[in-house]
């Protein structure tokens, strides 16, 4: 199931949007923890989940929903190997970052300007730091790093 809410007048939420999908066994899916979600200015809502294979490995995957079309969910196999921790769509909503507890960051386009059709050309990894937000700035990217890890080389 999904619940989101978004923000009304006076300050209180409402719900926006609920769609529930058939129950999976525990064996092949469980959500991520922490779960990661972002919704765009073209009403397409990315959130994490993961996969559990026979041998019990994780993928950390990326769904894509379009809220006009609820049905269609699109996955994206991330191959982040740690836990995503945020997920940041840009102001025209066909371009997502992801980003890790290992210090992974992946920028995901739209392919052919598809809402089911999505690859990543661009990544950076910081090395050991955990991204715990990101943001677009008009010219690129912002990230913030850990604060316990001030002396990593990471801010040299």
Not at 38 to 55: G, P, Q
Not at 86 to 113: F, T
Not at 126 to 135: K, T
Request: with cysteine.
């Amino acid at each position: 199931m999904c619940d989101l809410r978004r923000p009304a007048a006076g300050g209180m939420m409402d719900l926006a949007y609920v769609c529930e999908w058939e129950k999976w066994s525990k064996s092949t899916h469980c959500p991520s923890v922490p779960l990661a979600c972002a919704w765009s200015c073209r009403n397409l809502i990315a959130f994490t989940m993961d996969l559990r294979s026979d041998d019990q490995d994780l993928t950390r995957m990326i769904h894509i929903l379009d809220t006009e079309h609820p049905w269609d969910l699109h996955s994206i196999s991330s191959e982040h190997r740690e836990a995503i921790t945020c997920l940041e769509w840009d102001q025209s909503g066909s371009r997502l970052l992801s980003a890790d507890a290992d210090g992974q960051i992946k920028c995901w386009s739209m392919a052919d300007h598809l809402a089911n059709s999505w690859e990543s050309s661009v990544g950076s990894l910081v090395e050991g730091d955990p991204i715990v937000a990101l943001s677009w700035l008009h010219n690129g990217v912002k990230l913030a790093l850990h604060v316990e890890k001030v002396r990593g080389s990471s801010f040299n």
